[in-house]
T-cell receptor
Framework: SQKIEQNSEALNIQEGKTATLTCNYT??????LQWYRQDPGRGPVFLLL?????KEKRKERLKVTFDTTLKQSLFHITASQPADSATYLC?????????FGAGTRLTVKP | DAGVIQSPRHEVTEMGQEVTLRCKPI?????LFWYRQTMMRGLELLIY????????DSGMPEDRFSAKMPNASFSTLKIQPSEPRDSAVYFC????????????FGEGSRLTVL
């Protein structure tokens, strides 16, 4: 069956460090992979999209990699700030439906 | 642009009652998704529509759940009869079209069934 796994439920890091979140999937051939941010009591908000033929995408302090051989995406936040504390969700887009991982709750400590 | 609008934001009801959740997608968006979020199961896809037509409802947990999209600007998710295990946050999201990328989520409807 299709599975989307995010590396851990929670990740705590110190301000200024790089946060790295992992998304692994099985039995899936996504056309795109997306990352979303969710704050408590709010809906998820889109951050980045990477296509299956792209290896890496950057946006300001965010970087996403996509390895279709390993079936894995890495999401990096460089120079992390306390305001980056949130839950981050990866999503696989087949070109029709979009399914999400359970999310990783990131806490950046000052 | 007002974004995706969901109502009610919070609903508390008793087991056995009918619950109707509502969603207004962003104008011009042709695809609409309903998700359910719980601590245990994360964000689950329930059903999605394209041009008001249901495409895949395999995520709908039981016959007690039904969803409609009578026109491009309105969708409902109905639970009848409701049960305590239906307690969750229900999200609606819309996008320009299937496979076009970014989903825009509403703020969710938090349902508590006593």
């Amino acid at each position: 069956s299709q599975k989307i796994e995010q590396n851990s439920e929670a990740l705590n890091i110190q301000e200024g460090k790089t946060a790295t979140l992992t998304c692994n999937y099985t039995n899936y051939s996504p056309a795109y992979l997306q990352w979303y941010r969710q704050d408590p009591g709010r809906g998820p908000v889109f951050l980045l999209l990477i296509r299956e033929n792209e290896k890496e995408k950057r946006k300001e302090r965010l970087k996403v990699t996509f390895d279709t051989t390993l079936k894995q995406s890495l999401f990096h936040i460089t120079a992390s700030q306390p305001a980056d504390s949130a839950t981050y969700l990866c999503a696989l887009d087949s070109g029709n439906d979009m399914r999400f991982g359970a999310g990783t709750r990131l806490t950046v400590k000052p | 642009d007002a974004g995706v609008i969901q109502s009610p934001r919070h609903e508390v009801t008793e087991m056995g009652q009918e619950v109707t959740l509502r969603c207004k997608p962003i104008s011009g968006h042709n695809s609409l998704f309903w998700y359910r979020q719980t601590m245990m199961r994360g964000l689950e896809l329930l059903i999605y529509f394209n041009n008001n037509v249901p495409i895949d409802d395999s995520g709908m947990p039981e016959d007690r759940f039904s969803a409609k999209m009578p026109n491009a600007s309105f969708s409902t998710l109905k639970i009848q009869p409701s049960e305590p295990r239906d307690s969750a946050v229900y999200f609606c999201a819309s996008t320009l079209g299937l496979g076009t990328g970014e989903l825009f989520f509403g703020e969710g409807s938090r349902l508590t069934v006593l």
